[in-house]
């Protein structure tokens, strides 16, 4: 099941804070979110494991409900390099077996 | 740069045709991934291989497969090409452990004319 995120898409000026946000229907047990420029390859920014922490990397943080099954990632000040579409994905169990599904993405665009 | 390694970057062909497409993981990783990006859409996951072995599938078509190869590079052949077929392949690889990082390659972009 493809988790869902939201915003689809949001513009925003430098220096201001974003929130999205990544829901599941299944039970989660880690969250797992990459960032993608236009024409390149995603980038790994961080994995939350089933437990509701939260993790930080620079100006950009995240936290894992897993009794709502959601997470949301927090970009602080944003800065023009931001920009992109942020990807979660979701692993239901921590079998080996259990592949990574990836939500549609959010759109962020950060303007001077 | 990621340390993942996709040949060719782009590819165009016809209707019909077969192609390969290869991938190099980082050194050290033994979790390769084929994902499929069509334009604007997000990354629908393909097959996963772990140290030579099929791990994971996903939704993919009859008329693609992969293998990894000893030296753990890994091709995903697609056959009977069609239309709908274009899209930006990415590879990744991961470290051993259900929740490493995936660090994936530049992408082989296919177009079917």
């Known amino acids: 099941q493809q988790p869902v995120q939201s915003p689809q898409a949001v513009i925003l000026r430098e220096g201001e804070d974003a929130v999205i946000n990544c829901s599941s229907s299944?039970?989660?047990?880690?969250v797992h979110w990459y960032r993608q420029k236009h024409g390149e390859a995603p980038v790994f920014l961080m994995i939350l494991l089933k437990g509701g922490e939260q993790k930080g990397h620079e100006k950009i943080s995240a936290s894992f409900n897993e009794k709502k099954q959601q997470s949301s990632l927090y970009l602080t000040a944003s800065q023009l390099s931001y920009s992109g579409t942020y990807f979660c994905?979701?692993?239901?169990?921590?079998?080996?077996?259990?592949?990574?599904?990836f939500g549609t993405g959010t759109r962020l665009t950060i303007i001077p | 740069d990621s340390g993942v390694t996709q040949t060719p970057k782009h590819l165009i062909t016809a209707t019909g045709q077969r192609v390969t497409l290869r991938c190099s993981p980082r050194?050290?990783?033994?979790?390769v991934y084929w994902y499929q990006q069509s334009l604007d859409q997000g990354l629908q996951f393909l097959i996963q291989?772990?140290?030579?072995?099929?791990?994971a599938k996903g939704n993919i078509l009859e008329r693609f497969s992969a293998q990894q190869f000893p030296d753990l590079h890994s091709e995903l052949n697609l056959s009977s090409l069609e239309l709908g077929d274009s899209a930006l392949y990415f590879c990744?690889?991961?470290?051993?452990?259900?929740?490493?990082?995936?660090?994936f390659g530049d992408g082989t972009r296919l177009s079917i004319l």
């Open positions: 990744a690889s991961s470290p051993e452990g259900n929740n490493q990082p995936q660090h």
């Open positions: 994905g979701t692993r239901p169990s921590n079998f080996g077996n259990e592949k990574l599904t």
């Open positions: 050194s050290g990783d033994l979790s």
């Open positions: 299944k039970a989660l047990y880690s």
């Open positions: 291989y772990y140290n030579g072995e099929e791990r």
